[in-house]
């Protein structure tokens, strides 16, 4: 039982510097978050040691008493907080969670229809590359060239042509709320399943800040770690009609032993995504992405501009298309002063894919860390600054800026990392 550090320093120091770069630089990548000390310790739990292939009161390992009572709380919680009949919380990611519904709903060569991936898609929605392009037939849709936004008659017009077996809404890069009214009537049209992907927005529909496609869509796929802020993982709800195929899929269909100290994590943040002061976070996300976007929109001869000209959730995409920065010098730019976003490609973009036209900028993390309205709007100044040319000159002031936010909002002040002990 001797500490981590003693046993292997090497990993005690990764772990150290990893604490400390979360601590001192401002986390704006879009899909994450910090988790509570709660679900640190649910997560590094001796659940982790349980085998316990099935499902709560049907398992096929023995000694599974404990454990069936973590899985069966998460379950009953994933329900309640989303008003769902079915929940499986077993995924060990959100992109494992997809590829079992399509294995529990279609078959190969079936049409899958999806937003397409440098339209703001996930990769699971049917890269050519990933598993769900590789085995299915795939219809995509884009945004609107002139809005950014989807344009439902445009996914009718589709959905009418390819007649998809299954219908996906939901996005990795996109900073609208989607018409899962529109989405249902079209499946029903054409006669197809309709699945939501709400892996981003998953907190601001449990706290109510988003519409919930729960009682339109035939099954809501999410991660449990983005905007809901638990442990890394995937979630699947549905009608109780599909409930069977999906477990199966899942177990035995995709994967072995579930993780039941990560699903640990997962009971808790639910428990948590119940509370008032969640709701009040959630709200404070949406706040602060549109107080970014707002000071990235404040100077208009930079450049820089905003896609579909704000926000409604939790993210900004920047459309750096008329900039003379592409996605890459803006992201190394950001990184030097201590801010952390991902580059991403906007739809049309004439940049390749690894270069890209935009950011992905994000306010989850740091509304989690505390930071105010006004204190979005500061960030928003610094990112803006950035991207200008007064960068260089800048610099050292932008840097220092960016430390005194991350001071003012200590985070994880408790943890004594081994590496900086
Ligand atoms: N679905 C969407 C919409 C996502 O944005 C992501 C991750 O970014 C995933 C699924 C995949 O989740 P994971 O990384 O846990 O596999």
């Given at each position: 039982?001797?500490?981590?550090?003693?046993?292997?320093?090497?990993?005690?120091?990764?772990?150290?510097?990893?604490?400390?770069?979360?601590?001192k630089t401002l986390?704006?990548?879009?899909?994450?978050?910090?988790?509570?000390?709660?679900?640190?310790?649910?997560?590094?739990?001796?659940?982790?040691?349980?085998?316990?292939?099935?499902?709560?009161?049907?398992?096929?390992?023995?000694?599974?008493?404990?454990?069936?009572?973590?899985?069966?709380?998460?379950?009953?919680?994933?329900?309640?907080?989303?008003?769902?009949?079915?929940?499986?919380?077993?995924?060990?990611?959100?992109?494992?969670?997809?590829?079992?519904?399509?294995?529990?709903?279609?078959?190969?060569?079936?049409?899958?229809?999806?937003?397409?991936?440098?339209?703001?898609?996930?990769?699971?929605?049917?890269?050519?590359?990933?598993?769900?392009?590789?085995?299915?037939?795939?219809?995509?849709?884009?945004?609107?060239?002139?809005?950014?936004?989807?344009?439902?008659?445009?996914?009718?017009?589709?959905?009418?042509?390819?007649?998809?077996?299954?219908?996906?809404?939901?996005?990795?890069?996109?900073?609208?709320?989607?018409?899962?009214?529109?989405?249902?009537?079209?499946?029903?049209?054409?006669?197809?399943?309709?699945?939501?992907?709400?892996?981003?927005?998953?907190?601001?529909?449990?706290?109510?800040?988003?519409?919930?496609?729960?009682?339109?869509?035939?099954?809501?796929?999410?991660?449990?770690?983005?905007?809901?802020?638990?442990?890394?993982?995937?979630?699947?709800?549905?009608?109780?009609?599909?409930?069977?195929?999906?477990?199966?899929?899942?177990?035995?269909?995709?994967?072995?032993?579930?993780?039941?100290?990560?699903?640990?994590?997962?009971?808790?943040?639910?428990?948590?995504?119940?509370?008032?002061?969640?709701?009040?976070?959630?709200?404070?996300?949406?706040?602060?992405?549109?107080?970014?976007?707002?000071?990235?929109?404040?100077?208009?001869?930079?450049?820089?501009?905003?896609?579909?000209?704000?926000?409604?959730?939790?993210?900004?995409?920047?459309?750096?298309?008329?900039?003379?920065?592409?996605?890459?010098?803006?992201?190394?730019?950001?990184h030097e002063i201590g801010i952390?976003?991902?580059?991403?490609?906007?739809?049309?973009?004439?940049?390749?894919?690894?270069?890209?036209?935009?950011?992905?900028?994000?306010?989850?993390?740091?509304?989690?860390?505390?930071?105010?309205?006004?204190?979005?709007?500061?960030?928003?100044?610094?990112?803006?600054?950035?991207?200008?040319?007064?960068?260089?000159?800048?610099?050292?002031?932008?840097a220092?800026?960016v430390t005194?936010?991350a001071?003012?909002?200590?985070?994880?002040?408790?943890?004594?990392?081994?590496?900086?002990?």
């Amino acid at each position: 039982n001797k500490p981590l550090a003693e046993v292997d320093p090497e990993i005690a120091d990764a772990i150290g510097r990893e604490l400390e770069r979360q601590q001192k630089t401002l986390e704006m990548i879009a899909s994450e978050n910090f988790v509570p000390q709660a679900v640190l310790d649910a997560q590094g739990s001796v659940l982790t040691n349980k085998y316990a292939e099935g499902y709560p009161g049907r398992r096929y390992y023995g000694g599974c008493e404990f454990v069936d009572i973590a899985e069966q709380l998460a379950i009953d919680r994933a329900k309640e907080l989303f008003g769902a009949e079915a929940a499986n919380v077993q995924a060990h990611s959100g992109a494992q969670a997809n590829t079992a519904v399509y294995h529990a709903l279609l078959k190969p060569g079936d049409t899958i229809m999806g937003l397409e991936l440098a339209h703001g898609g996930h990769l699971s929605h049917g890269m050519r590359i990933n598993v769900s392009g590789r085995l299915y037939d795939i219809a995509p849709y884009q945004v609107d060239r002139e809005t950014s936004r989807i344009d439902m008659d445009e996914v009718a017009k589709i959905a009418r042509e390819r007649k998809p077996k299954l219908l996906l809404a939901g996005w990795s890069a996109y900073p609208r709320q989607l018409d899962f009214v529109r989405f249902r009537e079209i499946a029903d049209e054409v006669g197809a399943l309709l699945m939501v992907d709400m892996a981003h927005f998953a907190g601001l529909v449990a706290a109510g800040l988003h519409p919930s496609p729960v009682p339109y869509a035939d099954v809501v796929t999410s991660t449990t770690h983005k905007t809901i802020g638990g442990g890394r993982g995937g979630l699947i709800l549905s009608r109780e009609e599909h409930a069977r195929r999906l477990n199966s899929a899942i177990f035995p269909g995709q994967q072995g032993g579930p993780l039941e100290h990560v699903i640990a994590g997962k009971a808790v943040a639910f428990k948590i995504a119940m509370s008032d002061a969640f709701k009040e976070r959630q709200q404070r996300t949406i706040a602060g992405a549109q107080a970014l976007a707002t000071e990235l929109l404040a100077d208009e001869g930079s450049g820089v501009s905003v896609l579909t000209g704000g926000t409604d959730v939790h993210l900004v995409l920047v459309d750096l298309r008329e900039s003379e920065l592409d996605g890459q010098q803006a992201e190394d730019r950001l990184h030097e002063i201590g801010i952390t976003v991902n580059r991403n490609a906007v739809p049309f973009d004439p940049r390749p894919p690894m270069v890209s036209s935009g950011l992905r900028v994000g306010s989850p993390a740091l509304a989690t860390r505390g930071f105010s309205v006004d204190d979005f709007s500061e960030v928003g100044k610094l990112i803006a600054t950035a991207l200008t040319p007064a960068f260089e000159d800048r610099k050292a002031e932008l840097a220092e800026r960016v430390t005194a936010l991350a001071e003012k909002h200590p985070l994880y002040a408790h943890l004594n990392a081994p590496a900086i002990a």
